[in-house]
């Protein structure tokens, strides 16, 4: 019974954060400046960590962790980069 | 989800409630970035999803494997630290970037340059 | 001691971060230590700013006071977002002078105040240590000030300065 429950939370957990994904990539769509679209993009790699990470505890694998980590990692890099290039209009100096 | 079989009720329910809970905090913040109207109002929504969003779901799946390994599994601790040490950093470089850019174009939204020279805020 | 071990706390926890990843075992342990030995040499040739600790037993008090502030302002914004524009909701930037001028008080405040959702970290001022944030949903400037000046920088100053 409670198995039950747990795997229809975590279906319905899931199928919220693909909502959230798609908000954030309407925004990131619409725009309406740069500002927006790094700020969407960024909530769309934490969102898409955490699906991950559902995924893990659906599966019961460890191994999702690993991918939840390094998508984390590049989501940080990558926003870093990108908000530097909006400041400077140049990443490396 | 053959494995869930094996866990404990009490477990089994405070993941299934860590879990929504996280998700559904991480969809209030992706609607917030929706009906904000300025980018700085904006920043503010990410931030739901970004901490106890992010927080919720890594601590029900520590607590998942801890039980169902019956040893504790700390290393997802590792993600919300990172988390909550990275999104501040991203969201300060977004907003000092966006100011710099309002201010560039001269825009009336937002407060100018050289706070300092104005006497009374010292 | 201090030649071979430059940075004790960064040392540890890197060793801390590599059992996480790994395992909990003593080859794991003398190889993590291997790594964390030379990454914090690698450490000292960059020559950051040493931060000293002065009285570290306030930072689990620290710790425990923005986890229960971003829950509760986890609340309010959620309320904000989901209520919408029925209310007349204002937003703007308020400006607070900063007594804290140690730069890791510095890092760790605006750690707290952006992570913490309702309130953003935008410029600081470092010449005349002003700092400016926006703040989502803005009563009284005041208050906010107060906030900030007593919950967090007069403890942090404690820790840091």
């Known amino acids: 019974m409670t198995a039950t429950i747990l795997a229809w939370s975590v279906t319905a957990a899931q199928l919220m954060l693909v909502a959230a994904m798609a908000c954030n990539t309407y925004r990131l769509i619409i725009g309406p400046r740069a500002q927006d679209r790094v700020l969407c993009l960024d909530a769309l790699y934490v969102n898409a960590m955490l699906l991950v990470l559902t995924f893990g505890i659906r599966t019961g694998n460890a191994l999702y962790f690993e991918a939840a980590l390094v998508i984390s990692l590049l989501g940080f890099i990558s926003t870093v980069a990108l908000a530097k290039f909006l400041m400077r209009g140049e990443v490396i100096e | 989800m053959s494995h869930a079989e094996n ?68 290393h997802e601790v590792l993600i919300g630290v990172f988390i909550s040490v990275t999104t501040p950093v991203t969201l300060m470089l977004l907003a000092r970037a966006a100011l710099y850019r309002d201010r560039s174009e001269g825009s009336s939204d937002v407060p100018p340059d050289h706070l300092a020279d104005k006497p009374d805020e010292r | 001691m201090r030649r071979i071990l430059p940075y004790p706390v960064l040392t540890a926890s890197l060793v ?33 700013s040493k931060p000293r600790l002065r009285r570290w037993q306030l930072i689990p008090w620290l710790c425990g006071i923005v986890l229960l502030d971003i829950a509760r302002s986890n609340i309010a914004v959620a309320t904000i977002i989901l209520r919408g524009d029925r209310q007349a909701r204002r937003a703007g930037f308020v400006s607070i002078p900063l007594d804290l001028r140690d730069r890791t008080g510095l890092a760790v405040l605006a750690c ?21 944030i926006h703040v989502l949903d803005l009563v009284d400037e005041q208050e906010w000030v107060d906030l900030i000046k007593t919950r967090y920088e007069a403890t942090l100053r404690e820790i840091f300065e």
Not at chain 3, 112 to 132: M, Q, R
């Open chain 2, 7 to 74: 866990l404990p009720a009490w477990a089994a329910l405070l993941v299934a409630f860590l879990v929504l809970a996280g998700a559904g905090l991480t969809l209030i913040g992706a609607i917030g970035t929706l009906r904000f109207r300025s980018f700085f109002e904006r920043v503010h929504a990410p931030t739901l999803g970004t901490s106890w969003g992010t927080g919720a779901i890594v601590v029900a799946s520590m607590i998942l494997f801890s039980v169902l390994g019956s040893r504790p599994v700390l």
């Open chain 3, 16 to 48: 801390i971060v590599w059992m996480l990843l790994n395992a909990f075992s003593l080859g794991h342990f003398l190889l993590g230590l291997v790594v964390a030995v030379g990454a914090s040499r690698a450490m000292m040739q960059l020559e950051p």
């Open chain 3, 112 to 132: 707290i105040v952006t992570s913490t959702p309702g309130t953003a970290w935008v410029e600081y001022d470092s010449a005349s240590g002003v700092l400016l």
